[in-house]
Structures are given as C-alpha cells and as structure tokens.
C-alpha cells in the first residue's frame, strides 16, 4: 500500500513535470510539446495527486491519511528532483509506470 | 532595510537562518534521531531480553515482582512492552512515612529520597534485569529542547527563540523564493553557487509542509512556556488546577488505603478496558493503593490510531471491576494542542509513516546545513577579490565545518562511549553525554584552527568511519551483533546496525566529493578551452 502511494505520488509528479516546458527541454532535447498536450499532462498529474490523497484517507482515515499523503509526496519529489532529472533522466518515464503497477502487484498480494 | 519587499524578505531570510543556523542543525539532528528513541534505547541496551510473552502474562509478571517488591507502596506504575521497546519499566511510589529525612546540611533530601523506586523487568520472567545504565535515546530526545550542561529553562527559551527564527526564516524563505513552482523539481549540479541554492530551494520545497508543521508545533509544545501570562491571570494562585481542567485529566485519586482484599486477575481488567475501546490496545496502568480494598487501576490506552498526545484512560476499582471514571473529554482549543503536539511527536506512527517523518527530518538538516554553506560560498567570491579571508567568513567556516561535519562525528561518538566506557562506571549516562560533548568540542576547536577545505573532507570521512564501524564495534564487544540479529529475526538491531552503515556511506561520499572538488570554470574559460580543443583538432 505505502509503495502504492509512492508510486502514484511518483507519477503525479512526473506528469506536473512533463507539464512544463524546462523539463521537455531537458528530457527530449526539442522544442515544448503542444499547449494541449502541456495541459493534459497537467491535468493528469492533478488526477493521480487526487488518487493518492483518496487511497490514504481510504486506507488510513481523515486524521492519518493526509500525513502518509504529504510524507509520500516529499519523498516522491526528492527522487525525481535530486535523484532522476540530473543523474538518470532516461529512467523517468518507465519508472513512472514501473512503480505504480508494482504497488499495484504489491498491495495485492499482500 | 533594504527597498523592495522581496529584497528585504531576502535579507530578512539569510541573517534569521545564519544567526541560529549552527544550534537549529543541533536541534534538527537530535530531534530527528528522537523519532527513532526506543529503538535507540534498546540498541544502547544490548543485554535486555526480548518479550516473547502476551501483554496480559506481562502485566502479570510485573504485578507478582512488585507485590514482593513494593507491597507497601502507595502506588505501583507499569508500562508495558511492545515491539520497539522489550523493557517493562516499574515505579512505584512509596508512602511518606518511609522516607528517609534530608541529609544533614542539605535543604531538600536527594532526588527521591525513597520515595520513588523504579526497576526494569524482562517481561517473559517478572524478573528484575540488569542492563548497563544509559540515557539511550532520551538524551536525544532531551537534547532537542533542553539542550545540556544549562539550565532547563535558559534551555528551553533559548531553543524557543532558535524556533521563532526558523518560522521567519521559513516564511520570508517562501516569499523570496521567486520560482518556486517554475524550480520545483529543479537541481543542476556541479554548477557551484547554482547548486547550493539549488539544493536548498529544493530540500525546503518538497518538505516544506513537515519543515512548516514541525517548527511550529515545536512551538505549540512549549508554549505555556514561552506565554504564561494568560495562565498566571486566570488561574493566580493555583496552575495545578489549570492543568488538570484544560488538559482533561482525571481527578487525583486520594486517600488512604483501607482494608484487605484481592484484585480481580489483572487480564480481566485489560480485557474490559480493550473491550471498552473496541479492541485498542493497552499501553500500561497505575495501580492505585494495591493490596486494599478500595484499589483501583487507571488503564491507559496505546498510541497508534489518532493523532492527538492525550491518549484516553479508564479507572476501575480493581477488586469488583466496576468502570469509575474515564478521562473527560477535553474542550477545542485542547484538543487542538493536543493534536499539534501529538503530529510534533509523532507517536501514532508505524514503521512506514515513521520512515517517512525520519527522511523528512533529515532532509530538515541537509536545508539548514546547505543554507549556512551557502552563505559562505556567496561570500567567498568578495573575499577571494581582495586576496584575504574576512573575519566574518573565517569565523562562519568554521562554525560550519565544525557543525555540519562536526555533529555526526558526535552522534556516533556518543554510540561508541555505550559500548566502550566500563560498565559498573559511577555516572555512566553522564559519561556518554560528556563524550558526545568532547567530540563536537574537538570538531569545533579543529575547525576552528584550520577553517579549510580538507578540514571539511577530513571530519566527514572520520564521520563516516565512526559510523561505518559501528556494527564492528557491536559485534566485538557484544553477542547483540548482526549474526546474531538477522538469524533471530530481531530487525530492530539489524536495522540500527545496518542504518549505520548506510550513513557511513553517505558521509564517506560527501567527504569524497569535498576533497576532489574542483571550482567550476568560468564561462570565459570555457570558451577558452573549447577553443583549443578546436585548434587542436583542426
């Protein structure tokens, strides 16, 4: 389940990243994906945000839930921040699918 | 003051942090490690056993070895084990005919005086336990308000005042941060100043709801403290009285002991206090006037679901099991306080959350650490213009070298003198404090002589090999090692061992990144070289 967070806090943030348009510049080099596109990953990342908040209320109630939220999002945003976008920028894509379906597999089988 | 709003909130910003930065990393430090406290403890007490028995068969065990031990004792206190901490600690607080008169030529008898005796048992026996005397974790605990080696209060003022700033700092921090949604996940190494302003925006950033809640409520926790004037109106003769009403307490219980008569067996009362709470588990109990007839136990629930420091209890009379009274419920504003203080604490935290709340706090550090570098490495270019070092940088350097690299060599000193000062030693816990003094002390005094680079790689590499050598050390000097951790399953030693190592590693590579630093070229210089390249090549 905390890996289930992580991973979707993870994502969220990888989203709201694609989203702007430095970090489209870092990761492929090119000019900004269209406005729209921009706006979309916006709009995913917000989503998966709100995903994350609903499983720990769900999982932890309203006085827990929005301390696992806040704690997963802080540890979340230092990987990508000091770990993936200076040292391993090609890993953030995959891994923004990878870790959300393993806390999938994860919070399922246990 | 400087004109503009965002250039005074940015003055404001670095001398707020710079003046209380040295005593904040202190305090961030300690405090962190004190989310780890009981395990801390039970590290630095290798020979405790581990419990293996129920709750109920503990309570037992307790209530059989101080019917022997205390049985006329006014009251018996017992708190119960659980998986971070094995030790069932016992007091018990006898009656005041037993106590012996202040010694001759002294104002006040010594601290208990024979009013107060405590013991350590290994739950699985009821059988007292000796385990070397320390502080444990608690000294860190209390090192992160009340300091040491000064008075509590001067302490706690001075810690306070260290909070207010850090709130300012953290406010005017957010005001001066012109990017902060354009640098969120922005860090470019190897880019000299960029980098450390880098690295401090972002460490404040993505923790900024913990570095925001855990200073103010650091605040909260003190503020009776720090604003006594609303109490001292209300309440001018009495402050007693005021804390048993705000903080929703249950009345005292008094009177004398009176006749004989056999409690109900100790898992019954636990059973109707869990049933109560349905199903929660019981942290420990006071046993009021055992042994009589009108005894009773006041049952004390365990953290672990709310958020709030006042956790609830029930009283019974324990010879009918009749349910007396329960903990009233408290009004807003206490309970307000209650929760602030219980998210400072963090009590209610598993291993998970616990982890999470541990990388916050030490991300805490590397902020307060890298913001008082970086007020040296914007001023050294000035300094470096004129040819000689300022006193002021020299002095802040220093400060610097000796606190950032400095206080890790003490943390794990403090880890060493558990294991190596003698074990019937007069005043061990003393002891182990004093060498975590001695060792930030020699730190400090060697930062100050030579305030330079390889000083700043020397310290963090004997950092790291005091850390890194502690699960050595462990294994050499007792059986609590991790061969005999990991095979029985005890991950709360293997862990500590193994989180060892891995600071180690992390302050081996700063030290590494230290002494091979290079200055990064200027833009000039690099065009310069780009240009012989292309001679070269052409």
Same mark, same amino acid.
Request: hydrophobic share 35%.
């Given at each position: 389940m905390m890996l289930l967070v992580l991973g979707l806090s993870f994502a969220a943030f990888v989203a709201l990243s694609f989203a702007m348009e430095k970090h489209q510049l870092d990761l492929y080099g090119k000019a900004a994906a269209s406005t729209a596109r921009m706006q979309l990953w916006r709009w995913l990342g917000w989503g998966l945000l709100t995903a994350a908040f609903a499983l720990c209320v769900w999982r932890h109630g309203w006085a827990l839930g929005p301390v696992w939220w806040l704690g997963a999002m802080t540890v979340a945003g230092l990987l990508l921040a000091f770990?993936? &976008?200076? &040292?391993?920028?090609?890993w953030i894509a995959p891994l923004a699918w990878v870790l959300p379906v393993a806390g999938l597999a994860a919070a399922s089988l246990l | 003051m400087k004109n503009g709003f965002r250039q005074s909130m940015a003055w404001l910003h670095t001398w707020t942090g710079l003046l209380v930065g040295w005593l904040l990393l202190l305090i961030f430090m300690a405090g962190t490690a004190s989310y780890y406290r009981e395990e801390i403890s039970r590290w630095m007490r290798p020979e405790l056993p581990r419990s293996t028995v129920s709750a109920d068969q503990a309570a037992a065990n307790a209530l059989a070895f101080l019917q022997h031990k +205390?049985? $006329? +004792?006014?009251s018996w206190n017992v708190s119960l084990p659980d998986t971070r901490n094995p030790a069932m600690r016992t007091f018990w607080r006898n009656p005041e005919s037993m106590v012996k008169p202040? +010694? /001759? #030529?002294?104002k006040r008898r010594r601290r208990g005086g024979g009013r107060f005796g405590d013991a350590t048992l290994d739950?699985? =026996? #009821?059988q007292e336990v000796s385990a070397r005397e320390t502080r444990g974790g608690d000294f860190f605990y209390r090192l992160?308000?009340?300091?040491?080696? !000064?008075p509590v209060i001067w302490a706690r003022y001075i810690v306070g005042f260290c909070a207010m700033f850090m709130l300012v700092a953290i406010i005017s921090g957010v005001i001066t941060h012109k990017k902060i949604f354009k640098d969120f996940f922005t860090f470019r190494p190897q880019k000299g100043l960029r980098s450390w302003l880098d690295f401090h925006n972002v460490s404040a950033v993505m923790a900024l709801p913990y570095h925001a809640m855990i200073t103010y409520t650091g605040i909260v926790t003190l503020m009776l403290l720090y604003l006594p004037w609303g109490v001292k109106v209300a309440y001018p003769n009495d402050e007693d009285a005021f804390f048993s009403e705000a903080f929703a307490r249950m009345a005292e219980v008094e009177g004398p002991a009176q006749g004989r008569a056999a409690p109900l067996p100790i898992q019954q009362l636990l059973d109707s206090a869990r049933m109560h709470w349905n199903g929660a588990e019981v942290a420990g109990f006071v046993m009021h006037r055992? #042994? @009589? @007839?009108n005894a009773v136990i006041d049952i004390q629930q365990r953290d672990?679901?709310?958020? =709030? !420091?006042d956790t609830p209890s029930l009283r019974y009379? @324990?010879? =009918?099991?009749?349910?007396?009274? =329960?903990s009233p419920g408290a009004g807003a504003a206490t309970r307000t306080r209650g929760v602030m203080y219980g998210l400072h604490l963090a009590?209610? @935290?598993?291993w998970g959350l616990r982890a999470l709340f541990f990388i916050s706090g030490l991300i805490g550090c590397l902020m307060v650490a890298s913001g008082v570098v970086l007020w040296a490495v914007k001023e050294r270019p000035k300094h470096a213009k004129s040819g000689r070092t300022g006193l002021g940088l020299r002095l802040v350097d220093a400060l610097n070298i000796g606190a950032v690299a400095g206080l890790p060599i003490a943390f794990a000193a403090y880890f060493w003198g558990n294991r190596l000062?003698?074990? $019937?030693?007069? /005043?061990r816990p003393a002891a182990e404090a004093n060498v975590f003094f001695w060792a930030w002390g020699a730190a400090l005094l060697a930062a100050f002589i030579w305030p330079k680079r390889m000083m700043w790689a020397w310290q963090l590499y004997l950092g790291a090999a005091l850390f890194a050598l502690i699960p050595l050390l462990n294994a050499s000097t007792t059986n609590a090692h991790l061969g005999a951790s990991i095979a029985a399953g005890d991950w709360v030693l293997a862990s500590f061992d193994l989180c060892m190592i891995a600071f180690g590693a992390m302050l081996a590579y700063c030290g590494w990144r230290m002494q091979h630093w290079q200055p990064p070229l200027s833009a000039a210089e690099k065009k310069r070289r780009q240009q012989a390249a292309a001679e070269a090549s052409a």
């Open positions: 770990g993936l &976008y200076p &040292y391993r920028p090609r | +205390a049985p $006329q +004792a006014e202040p +010694a /001759e #030529g002294e739950a699985n =026996t #009821g992160h308000f009340d300091l040491h080696y !000064i055992p #042994g @009589a @007839a672990g679901k709310r958020l =709030t !420091i009379d @324990a010879v =009918t099991g009749e349910l007396l009274d =329960t009590r209610f @935290a598993d000062l003698p074990l $019937q030693m007069a /005043e």
